[in-house]
């Protein structure tokens, strides 16, 4: 692509969620991307021919502006909707510019797969509980449908008191009944460069939990990644 995410180099499981959907979604399949930001995840699925839901909240990310980056270096960043425009696939996403916990329109239809990296643990999302995000998600899924979430888990004392700072494990009480397990996946602590937003290098565990909304039983894989 020609354009790039200003979080372009931080670590990420989409590649098995990408799997994961090519396996259970046909190629034209309808994805929702909760959290959206200026696209690292929303146009590579556009580009694979998938239609995409955006939704995102900050101004910044879906229109651009300034932004500091590592080494004191002052840049205008491209918004979302600028990058759609610039690699032609802006008639492959329909934008939402929402907040996610209080957007109450719901979208036109249900969607083969939705997907959400590193949001919920953001501390303007900490006034609703974890729950209520996670469920949200999965009211946008259709039956057979796909769900993937990536996510980060505690590091810091702090965040062992904030039930957003979640684990695979305490996640997959949200998955019964109609929900079966595909894959949970954990890091071990690392230590992640410098970027927008975390200026300096940082410590970081990260957690994936992919789940079909389907009756079939399939088994829960866990083991280290990414």
């Given at each position: 692509m020609r354009t790039c995410s200003l979080w372009e180099q931080t670590l990420t499981f989409f590649p098995q969620f990408l799997a994961a959907l090519k396996a259970n979604a046909s190629p034209d399949a309808?994805?929702?991307?909760?959290?959206?930001?200026?696209?690292?995840?929303?146009?590579?699925?556009?580009?694979?021919?998938?239609?995409?839901?955006?939704i995102e909240r900050d101004p910044l990310a879906l229109h651009g502006g300034p932004a500091r980056l590592p080494g004191d270096i002052d840049t205008h960043a491209p918004g979302l909707i600028d990058r759609l425009k610039l690699e032609e696939l802006h008639d492959r996403v329909q934008v939402v510019e929402e907040d996610f916990l209080a957007y109450e329109h719901p979208l036109d239809t249900l969607c083969d797969a939705v997907w959400t990296s590193c949001s919920w643990h953001y501390s303007v999302n900490h006034h609703r509980p974890l729950a209520e995000f996670v469920t949200r998600m999965q009211l946008l899924v259709r039956p057979g449908?796909?769900?993937?979430?990536?996510?980060?888990?505690?590091?810091?004392?702090?965040?062992?008191?904030?039930?957003?700072?979640?684990?695979?494990?305490r996640l997959s009480y949200h998955f019964t009944g109609s929900w079966d397990l595909l894959l949970t996946l954990r890091t071990s602590e690392f230590t992640e460069r410098a970027h927008v937003g975390q200026l300096a290098d940082h410590t970081h565990r990260m957690g994936l939990l992919l789940a079909l909304?389907?009756?079939?039983?399939?088994?829960l894989l866990t083991k280290k990644g990414p």
């Open positions: 309808t994805v929702a991307v909760v959290g959206a930001s200026d696209g690292k995840f929303v146009l590579p699925l556009a580009a694979a021919g998938y239609r995409v839901i955006a449908g796909l769900f993937g979430a990536e996510f980060m888990m505690a590091v810091e004392p702090r965040h062992y008191l904030i039930e957003h700072y979640t684990s695979p494990e909304r389907s009756a079939r039983h399939s088994p």
